[in-house]
C-alpha cells in the first residue's frame, strides 16, 4: 500500500513538474464555437448575440495567454464557397471550415442564460473540448456557472472572477492532455488495402529489397512513429494502430494528413519490377486508408 502511494504520488509530481515546464503550444491550434438549435445558424447566433462574442472571448483570451494558437471561427467563415444559407447545411459548414482551417481542437460551448427574478441573472456554459482527428475528449464536458447576482446584463456576468476562474481549470484539463499528447503521441489508424485488378499484392517483393510490401511499410511506420501496436491483415488488407508524435525531428507540427503524405510520397518511390504504385487514398480524420490499384 506503501508502495502504491508512493507510485501515485511520484506520478503527479512527474505530471506536474511537465505541466509547469516552459512549452510551446503554438502547434496545438484551437476554434471556438458555440453550441446552436437545429434551426440556428452559428453565424448568425455570433452575430446576433453580444453575450455569445463576449463568452467565445473570454475562452479564446485564457487560451491564447497559454501560447495556444487560436482560429477565429467568423473569419473562416470568410473563406470562399463556405456560405451555405440552410439551417440543414450547418453540420456540414461547420465541418468544412474546420477542416479548411486545419484546426486540432474544436472547443464547443454552450450557453445558457437565466433570468431568475428582476434584476437577478445567471450565466451558465457547458464547455468540451473535442480532437478533430481523432475525436477523443480532450476536456471533458464542464458545467460553469456564474453567481446569481443582480447584474445589469449578462455580459458582466461573463466578467465575474470566480467563472473566469472555472473556465482557467477547464484550461487546465486541456493542458494535461496537451503533455500527454507531447510525450506519447496521438493515436492513429493505418490501413493499406489492395484493389483486385492490381499487379501487385501486399505480399509483392519490393526491388532490391529482403522485404515485401507491408514489411517495407511497416518498416518505414517504426522508423516514423513513436510505437505500432500489433498488425492485421492479409495479402490485399493490412491495418495497425500508431502513436504519431505531433512533431517532427524538427519542431514542425505533423498531423494525420501530412504524415499520410509523406507515407504516399515514400510508397510511390518503390519499385516492383520497374513499375511505380499507382495509389489512392480516403483519409479520413485519424483514419489513414491507402488503396494500391
Known sequence: MRFLLVFLLMGCIHLLSAQSQPVDRSFLSIVVIPYTGPEESVRTTIEKS????AVLGQVNHIFQQRGYRIKDYM??????DIVPSTADLERSEIKEAIKNAKVD???YVEIKLHELSEGDRKLE???????????????????????RRRYPDFVQAVKEAQLVNRLRGFADQLDLKFVDILQNGRTVTVKIGVKASSKVTLGTPVDNSDLDLIGTIEQWLRSHTTKVYPSSGDDTSWEAECKLSVLDTNQRTVTPFSFR??????????????L???LKDVTVNSVIEIIVE
Do not use: G, H, W
Open 50 to 53: 453580444e453575450v455569445c462574442r
Open 75 to 80: 473569419a473562416i467563415l470568410r473563406l470562399p
Open 105 to 107: 481542437i474544436v472547443i
Open 125 to 147: 456554459l457547458r464547455l468540451k473540448a473535442i480532437d478533430q482527428y481523432s475525436a477523443e475528449n480532450y476536456a471533458d464536458d464542464i458545467s460553469i456557472e456564474s453567481t
Open 261 to 274: 503524405t509523406d507515407l504516399k510520397v515514400y510508397m510511390q518511390q518503390l519499385r516492383f519490377s520497374k
Open 276 to 278: 511505380p504504385l499507382q
